[in-house]
């Protein structure tokens, strides 16, 4: 072997290892880059020259850069990040409600009624004191008010939901958008006998994202593309072609958006009862399930109040001697 074929192996070598160096620096500088794979370099043998006694070999060659990647883990993350998008959905959404009522602050129903009932008492105690009358009637007034008000904050908080509702639908179709992009250029990347590793990091992020939004499953074909399907089979992405959420306004449940697939052809498709999980799952749970279950608490405590006041309320007289009267009128 001449000195220059030595020259020869030694170059590869150098090449070879400012491959690998070009790598690790790759991987440094994206340390912090959320969804980012770490590459490594996988080095193979050049092919050796036949001579006599035997083949020669040329040196070695950088024959891929592969990303570091376990699908059985990223499946399990997947998973936790749709339940983490179900629960920090329901949490934001509980934690606004819960300062609707002011028990906290000693300003809500609650207090209400123990002023209500302590202002009864004084009423009760002596009849005749028209200040006590006046006290009283401010009270109930008040009382009256706090239930009025914690059913339209009910109310408005339902509908803010609704409107994130429809902005996590928007979200939704802008990701598959995105993920159907990507699955084009990385089958194009690839079948040139690239290794689309940044594109693939890049799609694995959209897909943990559209993850977190909604319950999904996807399978990769033989091209590196994915086919995403939501619920139960449906389908968001099919390679370069998607799907979409749309938020259609249900009269049965007072005007606010049902969740429902468009499959392009034919009437649209309610995904509402198989979202299991995801930020869809955690806001429709709270704004079709905890709000309603609120409001008729606040609505059966109301009408309580109402029934059981009036009814001593008939049984006593006035000033002028009248009886039979209710006290509240119950009109909503």
């Not at 909604?214 to 091209?223: K, L, P, Q, V």
């Amino acid at each position: 072997m001449g000195i220059n074929r030595l020259a020869d192996i030694g170059k590869s070598a150098l090449f070879a290892a400012q491959q690998a160096i070009s790598v690790t620096g790759h991987n440094i500088a994206n340390v912090n880059t959320p969804g980012y794979s770490r590459q490594h370099v996988t080095l193979a043998e050049n092919i050796p020259e036949n001579r006599s006694p035997g083949q020669i070999g040329t040196g070695v060659h950088a024959e891929s850069i592969r990303r570091s990647f376990d699908s059985f883990i990223e499946d399990q993350l997947l998973a936790s990040r749709e339940r983490l998008g179900e629960f920090t959905a329901s949490s934001d959404a509980l934690s606004r409600l819960e300062p609707l009522f002011g028990d906290a602050n000693n300003q809500g129903i609650g207090a209400g009624l123990n002023e209500f009932f302590s202002a009864l008492q004084d009423v009760a105690t002596n009849p005749s004191d028209l200040s006590a009358r006046t006290v009283f009637l401010s009270k109930a007034t008040a009382l009256a008010g706090r239930f009025n008000q914690s059913a339209a904050d009910l109310t408005a908080a339902q509908e803010s939901i609704d409107r994130q509702v429809g902005q996590t639908i928007t979200d939704v179709n802008q990701l598959t958008s995105h993920i159907a992009d990507l699955n084009t250029k990385i089958a194009n990347a690839e079948s040139s006998g690239q290794q689309a590793n940044d594109l693939r990091d890049e799609r694995g992020v959209a897909l943990a994202n559209l993850g977190e939004l909604i319950e999904i499953s996807s399978i990769e074909d033989a091209t590196g593309q994915l086919t995403v399907f939501a619920g139960r089979g449906h389908v968001l992405v099919d390679k370069e072609r998607t799907y979409q959420l749309v938020g259609v306004p249900d009269l049965s449940n007072n005007g606010l958006l049902d969740v429902r697939y468009d499959a392009g052809a034919g009437p649209t498709t309610s995904l509402g009862p198989v979202i299991q999980s995801g930020r869809l799952k955690g806001l429709l749970d709270v704004r079709d399930q905890t709000i309603p279950s609120l409001r008729g608490s606040l609505d059966t405590l109301a009408s309580e109040l109402v029934t059981q006041v009036n009814q001593q309320h008939r049984l006593g007289f006035g000033l002028d001697g009248s009886t039979n009267q209710d006290f509240f009128a119950p009109t909503g």
